[in-house]
């Protein structure tokens, strides 16, 4: 004799529409863009003169200061959307979006002129302003802007299908075990725990 197992019609959810993958990916991509600034952002070769120092290397968070901040934003944000109900998770999931794209706007503003953003540095090393120098990239900022970039889409599908994510509370889950234990028939103590709390239990 054999047993059939109920038959379901439940779907299951791809891993990439999960809440809470799509989270860990926000909060990963969060943490790279800030991982990038601790590195060098701008190799600078200063010119043989009036100056020693011949060469300079700028971390990004010298280079690009509002990275560093924006990045901070993004894992706060990130990590606030995680515990949000459906209104404060698109509030939230905004925030580190416009995070995500001023990101890449500073960055990209760097990749195309990489001697402006290293002006301010390398008169501070030297103390001459406007000292003539050549300025090179390091992969990190484009690896910043890959992350970003990766930031702001996770974002984008956490507001597409975070409308369909449910938000339990403790309220849920009383009601819950409430609406369970309302099920079960009543015994003798279940009668004195309804006096002692002056309900009627034959109500």
């Not at 300079?56 to 509002?66: C, E, F, R, S």
Request: proline fraction near 4%.
């Amino acid at each position: 004799m054999t047993t059939e197992l109920p038959h379901t019609t439940a779907t299951r959810v791809p891993f990439w529409q999960r809440k809470a993958t799509l989270i860990l990916l926000m909060i990963l991509a969060a943490l790279a863009v800030f991982g990038t600034t601790t590195q060098t952002w701008i190799h600078v070769a200063i010119a043989q003169g009036e100056v020693a120092q011949t060469d300079l290397d700028i971390p990004g968070n010298k280079a690009a200061v509002a990275v560093s901040a924006l990045a901070l934003v993004a894992l706060a944000g990130s990590l606030a959307t995680s515990i949000a109900g459906k209104i404060a998770r698109i509030v939230t999931s905004c925030i580190v979006f416009f995070s995500a794209a001023g990101i890449v706007a500073v960055v990209l503003g760097i990749l195309l002129d990489p001697a402006a953003a290293a002006v301010a540095e390398v008169g501070a090393a030297t103390g001459i302003e406007g000292q003539p120098s050549d300025a090179t990239i390091t992969v990190f900022p484009v690896l910043a802007v890959v992350a970003a970039v990766v930031l702001g889409m996770a974002t984008l599908l956490v507001l597409w299908f975070g409308r369909s994510w449910t938000v339990r509370t403790k309220y849920d889950a009383a009601k819950q075990e409430s609406d369970v234990d309302s099920d079960r028939p009543i015994d003798e103590i279940d009668h004195w725990d309804q006096l002692s709390r002056g309900e009627d239990p034959t109500a």
